[in-house]
């Protein structure tokens, strides 16, 4: 099945600076990679996510980006802000969704004022 | 629209108790799953089911059993609730090939 690492797992920077988060997958078959932010205490809620047919996606201080050859995508961010400090999750999966995500374990970012 | 609920929020079991927890989205989503979330390894994906009348198990299907009710709901029991089944249970669902809505999540502890 498919495998999905995520890092770092912590990762403190000055508001206003930017944030990377990097992940890899191990099954070539899966197209579907969505990001999830999670508040303490709250649900997971998608920020962005890229189909394997499109190499880079933003979305105003977020963007993600895929290279399938490597097997890995990350997530940038810009301009960090206090409220983006949370738990972000990558997932992916081969079904387009419906058979279900595999997560990776999660980056704890921390903007530091 | 509610988005997908559950029920309930918190529950604490004794090893060996039984209980259903209760999912319900109101999107007319096709596709529903259940994960649960432990510190320190993201979610990980119990069981889900594509579509009315189909189920398939995920990465950690061992001691769950579920239910795709109707369209709305989908149900997941566990039998003989044991201590390692202690973690935040998430329901989500999605339309197809479509992004994934969380529920609010069960706080289950077994003692």
């Known amino acids: 099945g498919e495998n999905v690492e995520q890092h770092p797992s912590t990762l403190s920077v000055q508001e206003g600076d930017s944030a990377v988060i990097k992940c890899t997958y191990s099954d070539s078959a899966s197209n579907y990679f969505p990001w999830y932010k999670q508040e303490l205490g709250k649900r997971p809620q998608l920020i962005i996510d890229?189909?394997?047919?499109?190499g880079e996606k933003k979305d105003q201080r977020i963007a993600v980006t895929l290279n399938k050859t490597a097997k890995h995508f990350s997530l940038h961010i810009t301009e960090t802000q206090p409220e983006d400090s949370a738990v972000y999750f990558c997932?992916?999966?081969?079904?387009?969704?419906?058979?279900?995500?595999?997560f990776g374990k999660g980056t704890h970012l921390i903007i530091q004022p | 629209n509610a988005g997908v609920t559950q029920t309930p929020k918190f529950q604490v079991l004794k090893t060996g108790q039984s209980m259903t927890l209760q999912c319900a989205q109101d999107m007319n989503h096709n596709s529903m799953y259940w994960y649960r979330q432990d510190p320190g390894m993201g979610l990980r994906l119990i069981y889900y089911s594509a579509s009315e009348g189909t189920t398939d198990k995920g990465e950690v299907p061992n001691g769950y059993n579920v239910s795709r009710l109707n369209k709305r709901e989908f149900s997941l029991r566990l039998e003989s609730a044991a201590p390692s089944q202690t973690s935040v249970y998430f329901c989500?669902?999605?339309?197809?090939?479509?992004?994934?809505?969380f529920g609010p999540g069960t706080r289950l502890t077994v003692t």
């Open positions: 890229i189909r394997s047919n499109v």
């Open positions: 997932a992916a999966t081969s079904g387009g969704g419906a058979d279900g995500l595999t």
């Open positions: 989500a669902s999605s339309a197809t090939r479509t992004e994934q809505y």
